[in-house]
């Protein structure tokens, strides 16, 4: 077929589909060689079915933005319960506080990191001054919590 040819209506003497082996696919045939493929992919390992990117994370700076925001909504929670109740803590909770105080100081990093994408000098400054001040809550945060002392955390946090 010459060139000037090839694509026009009279050049196509049939109309077919996708050719797979060198023989064209109708939607028939498509339609069984998916049911022949889709259980052997069932077959093969999770990770041959695991997502391009690794699925199950946020990029790292959304999740040092999620946990920043988690952060922002836990700290009232945890404070309000130990200003509720700090004589019904058992020892176990007050180590779930010191872990979440811990936790508290390793997304102070995060913040941290995330203001050094901040282009606006006294907005960094102060989102700066935010993050040594919540290492400084969070590290007298833990005394309150080793002490057991209630009223203390509440004051500090």
Do not use: C, H
Not at 54 to 67: I, R, S, Y
């Amino acid at each position: 077929i010459s060139g000037s040819f090839a694509f026009s209506p009279s050049a196509q003497s049939r109309r077919s589909g996708t050719a797979i082996g060198g023989q064209p696919l109708d939607r028939k045939s498509f339609g069984a060689q998916i049911l022949a493929v889709v259980p052997t992919i069932s077959l093969l390992p999770e990770i041959v079915k695991a997502d391009v990117s690794d699925g199950t994370n946020l990029p790292q700076g959304a999740q040092q933005f999620q946990k920043a925001l988690r952060l922002k909504t836990d700290i009232p929670k945890v404070r309000q319960r130990v200003a509720d109740g700090a004589s019904e803590i058992d020892k176990a909770e007050w180590d779930n506080i010191g872990k979440f105080l811990r936790n508290a100081y390793a997304t102070a990093e995060d913040m941290k990191a995330m203001a050094a994408g901040i282009a606006n000098p006294d907005n960094k400054k102060r989102a700066l001054q935010d993050v040594d001040q919540l290492k400084k809550y969070s590290q007298a945060g833990d005394v309150s919590v080793n002490k057991k002392d209630g009223p203390g955390f509440v004051a500090v946090v």
